[in-house]
């Protein structure tokens, strides 16, 4: 991970359809609270994701709306019905305007 | 794993609290009475209202319907050395169909800066409610884990946490 933004985005290797997954992600970003200051004594103003929306295929699956509570270079598991071959995407938005997209395709394997 | 204190005290005030509940604004009871009765939503072995944001938070979330503990569960170290960086799981047993599912999980830390802290939103797409995150704690405290139905019904879980070194600045 390194540039603001790099995100990933990880699902099992194997997925039979109907299968219930676990979707991992990380994306980089500082989460600055806007609490802290530099070594200089300068405020460091807030700057940290505060909307990731999750689509498969078409559908709105999930939306999390976040602070500047959640850690620097957030992480977040969630699961997905893998009902269909699509891609899975994820779009996180941050409070500045940086707007950060990564996709996965969602495929199943032979029987 | 975190588990919820048993304290004769504290269930005396919130029982107190509640009965109290038809003179909040008459100026006899105390700020503490004044909280618990203002949010209503919880029972006598949830953990304390610690504050008036809190208590707005969950009045919020509650919009007078009570918030029950069970169907969802929240791990959290008893202990976190380092606030800026606490492992959480939340999960659920409730249905996850077209006809009722989990629409909404609130997270919210007590004494936390913003301490309404994380809200997800669901849909029977993702099948089952299981989310990992790692998040920021200022201060040992609550932590509280509120899922609402798409029929209505709320479902809490808390853990408690120690925190050693502040995570929020």
Redesign the interface.
Known sequence: MGMVGDARIRVPDRITRGEIITVNSIISHPMDTGFFRTAEGKPIPAWFIKDVVITYGEEQVARFTWTSGVSRDPVISFTLKADKEAPLTMVWTDNKGGVYRQSVPIAFTAA | MATSEPSSRRTFLRTAALVSAGLVGSGAISRGERLLAAVGAGGPEDPEVPNEIVAKILQDISRGRPITRGHLSLDMPAAAEDG???PLIIESDLP?TVDRYVKVVHLV?DF???A?????????????????????MKRSTWVRAIAETSTGELWAAYAHVNVTLN???
């Open positions: 800026r960086i606490v996850m830390v936390n800066p913003d309404h802290l994380a809200v997800y939103e669901l849909s029977p797409a993702v099948g089952t409610v299981s989310l990992s995150t790692r998040i920021k995570g929020c600045g």
